[in-house]
């Protein structure tokens, strides 16, 4: 199963817009749900932040999948999109006091704690309401991941977390809080990774935690969570469009040793929604320059700020054009120079009016779209919808 677009329809559509498959992202759901199932006690939320648009949490949240929010607005998002609140976590450095007193409100099932005086604000803050907040330690595991800088989040230098050398503590500052309950460990390493031995090298790491928790403190937390940053395959969508969910859980189950009993939680993003979705756009111009020719589409860095953030690939294909590869920058029309999508790309010679499609953009495409240059934000198109 590859992503479909239907052309014909997309004639009629004004430009920019990001165009998702719904078909594709069902049969994604259904594989996650089916890997997951293989194993007693996997329990998978979707991490929001990579795509919040509302039509999309509704589908992923009727497959039966929870919730990772890392903001007060998204645990709303999840809450309206109909995620129950006990499959709601809660993680990021910087909880507010609203954020905190909203959730506790709404009764989520945990808040991935990253710091002291964040464990006391929730403390406090579930005394006046004389509930218990559930909380898991997120604990920083100096498992460095291979890939790009600004997405690796499980290094003692990145602002994630506690280190693992302070977590003791941590865990007696919790004990002495008589609205907490700490039900376990949250790990997060980073974001597109693609080589399983980033995963299985965090389950080592939680492996020594567990027996060293188990040796110092007689201590066996009933969760665990490890986070999400499986990765897609931007080059090849059509050949990969659906991540190895089966080997991504079969790493987690071969090499993770949980107690009798012990829950595991995922929390995926990227791979499952990147593929289902496409940033579509028009060629507004063809541009030759002395030594580059450049097509200048509809979209910019607003619409899709990948690139230009993380230098990251996108497949462009033009939907329209039969014609033999030219090579061409494609650019956007902000007043950015880094409004690049791509440089010295072969793609069939292009004309004005031809529509494109920037391939795996349904993950951290819309949701981190900005207004910038007084610039519509890109709309959003259901292949229901058509
Ligand atoms: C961003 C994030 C995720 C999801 O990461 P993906 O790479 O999109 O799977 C999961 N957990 C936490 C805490 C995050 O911040």
């Known amino acids: 199963m590859k992503m479909q677009f239907p052309v014909e329809a997309f004639a009629a559509i004004e430009t920019p817009f990001y165009y998702y498959d719904v078909e594709l992202l069902q049969a994604t759901l259904d594989t996650v749900k089916r890997e997951a199932a293989r194993y007693e006690g996997f329990h998978v939320h979707y991490a929001i932040k990579a795509n919040f648009n509302p039509r999309l949490l509704e589908i992923i949240s009727k497959a039966g999948i929870g919730a990772d929010c890392v903001s007060g607005g998204e645990v709303r998002a999840a809450l309206n999109a109909g995620v129950p609140a006990d499959k709601v976590v809660f993680a990021g450095v910087g909880k507010t006091d ?53 997405i690796t989040t499980g290094l003692a ?64 937390l009933p969760h665990i969570n490890v986070g999400g940053g499986l990765g897609i395959r931007y080059d090849f969508p059509d050949k990969y469009p659906i991540p190895d969910f089966e080997a991504y859980f079969a790493t987690y189950a071969n090499n993770l040793k949980l107690h009798p009993g012990q829950q595991l ?89 031809d529509i494109l499609a920037i391939r795996s953009a349904g993950a951290y495409g819309e949701a981190m779209a900005f207004g910038y240059n007084c610039r519509e934000l890109p709309k959003a198109v259901l292949s229901t919808d058509l």
Request: hydrophobic content about 40%; overall charge negative; proline content about 3%.
């Open 98 to 150: 609203k954020e905190i007193a909203f959730s506790l409100d709404a009764g989520i099932f945990c808040f991935n704690v990253e710091s002291v005086p964040e464990i006391e604000a929730i403390e406090r803050l579930a005394a006046e309401r004389g509930v218990v907040a559930q909380i898991a330690v997120r604990v920083n595991p100096n498992v460095g991941a291979h890939t790009h800088a600004n």
């Open 265 to 353: 939680h995922f929390e995926l993003g990227r791979s499952i929604v990147a593929q289902c979705g496409a940033l579509i756009t028009r060629a507004t111009y063809i541009k030759s320059g002395t030594c580059k020719q450049f097509i200048i589409v509809d979209a910019g860095m607003n619409d899709l700020i990948r690139p230009a953030l993380y230098d990251a690939y996108h497949r462009i294909e033009n939907l329209v054009s039969d014609k033999p590869d030219g090579v061409y920058d494609v650019v956007g029309p902000v007043c950015e120079s880094s409004d690049v999508f791509c440089k010295d790309r072969r793609i069939p010679v292009t004309e004005r009016g």
């Open 157 to 220: 230098e990145n602002k994630f977390g506690v280190n693992y050398e302070q977590l003791d503590e941590v865990i007696d500052v919790v004990e002495t809080m008589p609205h907490l309950k700490l039900v376990g460990l949250h790990f997060h390493i980073g974001s597109q990774l693609l080589v399983m031995d980033d995963f299985i090298a965090l389950c080592c790491r939680i492996n020594e935690l567990q027996e060293l928790l188990l040796e110092t403190r007689g201590l066996v």
